[in-house]
């Protein structure tokens, strides 16, 4: 037996193999690259990442059957990204999906949302039979319509925005929200058309508007068509200005690309999540073009913020009333 | 323009090249043998380019239209109000933060009448490359096409938009400054312009960097130009992740001017000389001439109303979906 041949089998007896995965968890720098939502693909985290195989398993892993296998329920646990706090599930739900240590807010759907700020949970979802299709016979790594496909098979949602009407504290209003989801969010023709009539429901029963936007940006499936929403929504924003109706923007983790070159901008009001990642350019080509690091707090809504984008922060705690307050302030 | 040699060519362009070196060829043996008439077979070569240009420009590839749109020696936003125009009078700054050399505009004289001209720029040479910042606009460059478009509103001048840019600056000062917010704001408020635009893709047309000056009522696209929502390359990266699909790309998006006009997300197609304008300016710039006066005496005719809400509509109208049986939904 050769001196290494002896380290490695002491290592082996000394540290619990187990060990490994999770120092390997710990040690690696989380960082989201917001393009990379708009692929529609979500890959496992460290999926890439590749470690040389130092040591030998000597004995089988698991050995226990698959008949035998304990089942332990999915998202029973929840673990903040940003403080490593963890608790469960049910205590997360009930402080908002904001972790109750740090503030930090986890990104939610349109159907959280509406829980959160309609009135004992009703509000009546419109314009939900819009549905994406494949008109330009996009693929790349895959059909778009597969892409369609599979979202609609597994998740609830038709598209990457819904939008519904309901009261807050009493106070009606439009709010159309985004599912991150959905091909992250991204803005399409349905989002584009959703959008417009929701401005034309605004117009007829004279209500304010807001968007609650969470997107990497334009849809690339869909090419040009989706560079069109950009000019399309604003130009119903226009309408919606004319009648004097409030257009509040409510920006949150993350909104980037096309979202923030159109509406997500033109808010009466712009105001955001704590925290939120905003911006036009993703930052990892922000870091390729300038070839620097980016300072800390770069785009975040504080940094907005400070730089005049923003007219507040908002916690989601606080965002039912502080919208109500608004409404009635605009119509009084 | 440039003439040969100094002319440059692209791959698929090499056969006119080593059509122009066989002219070199014939025209030093003519030096060389006095006696001999060379005078048929150098014709016969200049023919022979002609045509090449126009075999060429038959097949084109997307991706090898999205070359010609980037060929070194491609006319910029410059040169075309400076052949189409008299009396340019430049402007510059936004009135806030600088000047953005990566955009420009001015008031100019176009067969009579006066019309605001503005455009990306992009730099002839290594130099004025990087001082034009590669046509990449920052936010100040967005305000000040807005400042320009202001002046010509209050003076009632129609407004030229020419576009040629690989995309908005993605840089760190511009996100300080709000590229999105400059870049939705100008989208807004071109919407509501009381004066008639005229947008031309003349060149690149890449996404919000596009968009931030392409609002109007009437869209034109030089025949060998692209307009779309991302670069190919940017989307080979992301979608294919990997840079190396960007012909595929390319091709996937559709961005061609003739794939954008039968999508109806352009107007008009604007011819281009044989082989693309680079090889000829002046023809480049009278061809696009006459579309843009055409298209102002069109639209002249609206009130500043109607014009704002055909533009809602024109552009309300772009978009495909589905819709399917079962309305509201009572949670």
């Given at each position: 037996?050769?001196?290494?041949?002896?380290?490695?089998?002491?290592?082996?007896?000394?540290?619990?193999?187990?060990?490994?995965?999770?120092?390997?968890?710990?040690?690696?720098?989380?960082?989201?690259?917001?393009?990379?939502?708009?692929?529609?693909?979500?890959?496992?985290?460290?999926?890439?990442?590749?470690?040389?195989?130092?040591?030998?398993?000597?004995?089988?892993?698991?050995?226990?059957?698959?008949?035998?296998?304990?089942?332990?329920?999915?998202?029973?646990?929840?673990?903040?990204?940003?403080?490593?706090?963890?608790?469960?599930?049910?205590?997360?739900?009930?402080?908002?999906?904001?972790?109750?240590?740090?503030?930090?807010?986890?990104?939610?759907?349109?159907?959280?949302?509406?829980?959160?700020?309609?009135?004992?949970?009703?509000?009546?979802?419109?314009?939900?039979?819009?549905?994406?299709?494949?008109?330009?016979?996009?693929?790349?790594?895959?059909?778009?319509?597969?892409?369609?496909?599979?979202?609609?098979?597994?998740?609830?949602?038709?598209?990457?925005?819904?939008?519904?009407?309901?009261?807050?504290?009493?106070?009606?209003?439009?709010?159309?929200?985004?599912?991150?989801?959905?091909?992250g969010g991204s803005l399409g023709s349905v989002m584009g058309e959703?959008?417009?009539?929701?401005?034309?429901?605004?117009?007829?029963?004279?209500?304010?508007?807001?968007?609650?936007?969470?997107?990497?940006?334009?849809?690339?499936?869909?090419?040009?068509?989706?560079?069109?929403?950009?000019?399309?929504?604003s130009g119903k924003l226009a309408q919606l200005s004319d009648a004097?109706?409030?257009?509040?923007?409510?920006?949150?983790?993350?909104?980037?690309?096309?979202?923030?070159?159109?509406?997500?901008?033109?808010?009466?009001?712009?105001?955001?999540?704590?925290?939120?990642?905003?911006?036009?350019?993703?930052?990892?080509?922000?870091?390729?073009?300038?070839?620097?690091?980016?300072?800390?707090?770069?785009?975040?809504?504080?940094?907005?913020?400070?730089?005049?984008?923003?007219?507040?922060?908002?916690?989601?705690?606080?965002?039912?009333?502080?919208?109500?307050?608004?409404?009635?302030?605009?119509?009084? | 323009?440039?003439?040969?040699?100094?002319?440059?060519?692209?791959?698929?362009?090499?056969?006119?090249?080593?059509?122009?070196?066989?002219?070199?060829?014939?025209?030093?043996?003519?030096?060389?043998?006095?006696?001999?008439?060379?005078?048929g077979i150098i014709q016969q070569l200049e023919d022979s380019i002609?045509?090449?240009?126009?075999?060429?420009?038959?097949?084109?590839?997307?991706?090898?239209?999205?070359?010609?749109?980037?060929?070194?020696?491609?006319?910029?936003?410059?040169?075309?109000?400076?052949?189409?125009?008299?009396?340019?009078?430049?402007?510059?700054?936004?009135?806030?933060?600088?000047?953005?050399?990566?955009?420009?505009?001015?008031?100019?004289?176009?067969?009579?009448?006066?019309?605001?001209?503005?455009?990306?720029?992009?730099?002839?040479?290594?130099?004025?490359?990087?001082?034009?910042?590669?046509?990449?606009?920052?936010?100040?460059?967005?305000?000040?096409?807005?400042?320009?478009?202001?002046?010509?509103?209050?003076?009632?001048?129609?407004?030229?938009?020419?576009?040629?840019?690989?995309?908005?600056?993605?840089?760190?000062?511009?996100?300080?400054?709000?590229?999105?917010?400059?870049?939705?704001?100008?989208?807004?408020?071109?919407?509501?312009?009381?004066?008639?635009?005229?947008?031309?893709?003349?060149?690149?047309?890449?996404?919000?960097?596009?968009?931030?000056?392409?609002?109007?009522?009437?869209?034109?696209?030089?025949?060998?130009?692209?307009?779309?929502?991302?670069?190919?390359?940017?989307?080979?990266?992301?979608?294919?992740?990997?840079?190396?699909?960007?012909?595929?790309?390319?091709?996937?998006?559709?961005?061609?001017?003739?794939?954008?006009?039968?999508?109806?997300?352009?107007?008009?197609?604007?011819?281009?000389?044989?082989?693309?304008?680079?090889?000829?300016?002046?023809?480049?710039?009278?061809?696009?001439?006459?579309?843009?006066?055409?298209?102002?005496?069109?639209?002249?005719?609206?009130?500043?109303?109607?014009?704002?809400?055909?533009?809602?509509?024109?552009?309300?109208?772009?978009?495909?979906?589905?819709?399917?049986?079962?309305?509201?939904?009572?949670?």
């Amino acid at each position: 037996m050769t001196a290494e041949h002896g380290l490695k089998k002491l290592l082996i007896h000394q540290t619990p193999y187990f060990c490994y995965p999770q120092f390997r968890i710990m040690s690696i720098k989380k960082e989201e690259d917001i393009d990379n939502s708009l692929s529609g693909e979500n890959i496992p985290e460290h999926a890439t990442e590749h470690k040389g195989k130092w040591y030998k398993r000597l004995r089988k892993g698991i050995t226990t059957s698959t008949a035998d296998k304990k089942e332990t329920p999915e998202g029973l646990w929840n673990k903040c990204p940003e403080c490593n706090y963890i608790c469960t599930t049910a205590e997360l739900k009930e402080h908002l999906y904001v972790c109750p240590k740090c503030n930090y807010h986890h990104r939610i759907g349109s159907e959280d949302y509406y829980d959160i700020l309609f009135d004992n949970q009703e509000y009546i979802v419109l314009f939900d039979n819009i549905r994406s299709k494949d008109f330009l016979g996009f693929t790349d790594l895959k059909p778009y319509q597969k892409r369609l496909d599979e979202i609609h098979a597994k998740t609830d949602l038709k598209d990457s925005m819904r939008v519904a009407v309901g009261k807050l504290n009493g106070q009606e209003m439009v709010i159309a929200c985004m599912d991150f989801e959905f091909i992250g969010g991204s803005l399409g023709s349905v989002m584009g058309e959703k959008f417009s009539r929701a401005v034309d429901y605004c117009i007829e029963y004279h209500l304010p508007y807001m968007v609650i936007s969470k997107s990497g940006g334009a849809r690339m499936m869909e090419s040009a068509f989706s560079l069109m929403q950009l000019a399309k929504t604003s130009g119903k924003l226009a309408q919606l200005s004319d009648a004097q109706l409030p257009f509040i923007s409510l920006l949150t983790d993350p909104t980037f690309g096309g979202i923030s070159a159109s509406f997500g901008m033109l808010g009466d009001l712009n105001i955001a999540e704590p925290g939120a990642l905003i911006g036009f350019a993703g930052p990892r080509v922000i870091k390729e073009t300038i070839k620097k690091d980016l300072p800390p707090g770069f785009q975040r809504s504080e940094f907005l913020l400070d730089h005049g984008f923003l007219d507040f922060i908002v916690d989601r705690s606080k965002l039912k009333d502080r919208l109500a307050q608004l409404i009635v302030l605009f119509r009084n | 323009m440039p003439q040969y040699p100094n002319r440059q060519f692209l791959d698929f362009e090499q056969p006119i090249k080593e059509l122009y070196e066989h002219i070199e060829e014939n025209k030093k043996l003519a030096e060389k043998n006095a006696k001999v008439d060379y005078r048929g077979i150098i014709q016969q070569l200049e023919d022979s380019i002609v045509d090449k240009r126009k075999e060429i420009t038959q097949h084109l590839t997307p991706w090898q239209r999205v070359q010609l749109s980037r060929h070194p020696d491609r006319p910029y936003t410059l040169k075309y109000i400076e052949n189409m125009t008299t009396n340019f009078v430049e402007l510059h700054g936004d009135r806030n933060v600088k000047d953005d050399k990566a955009m420009v505009g001015g008031f100019a004289d176009l067969d009579g009448q006066t019309v605001m001209f503005i455009g990306q720029q992009k730099g002839i040479n290594t130099k004025a490359r990087q001082l034009r910042n590669f046509g990449m606009a920052n936010p100040e460059g967005y305000r000040k096409a807005l400042r320009l478009m202001r002046l010509a509103e209050k003076f009632n001048k129609p407004v030229v938009t020419l576009i040629d840019t690989p995309g908005a600056f993605p840089g760190l000062e511009a996100e300080e400054r709000g590229q999105g917010e400059a870049i939705a704001r100008n989208i807004y408020e071109m919407i509501r312009l009381k004066v008639p635009i005229i947008v031309v893709i003349i060149g690149e047309g890449a996404s919000g960097g596009a968009l931030g000056i392409g609002v109007g009522d009437k869209v034109l696209m030089m025949e060998n130009t692209w307009y779309t929502v991302i670069s190919p390359e940017s989307c080979s990266s992301i979608l294919w992740r990997s840079w190396d699909k960007k012909e595929v790309a390319a091709e996937q998006l559709r961005l061609t001017s003739l794939d954008m006009k039968s999508f109806g997300l352009v107007d008009e197609i604007v011819p281009e000389p044989l082989g693309g304008a680079h090889w000829d300016y002046v023809e480049s710039a009278n061809i696009l001439k006459s579309y843009i006066l055409k298209s102002i005496e069109e639209f002249k005719q609206y009130t500043p109303e109607q014009r704002m809400n055909m533009r809602i509509e024109k552009f309300g109208k772009m978009g495909f979906w589905d819709e399917v049986e079962e309305t509201e939904e009572m949670q």
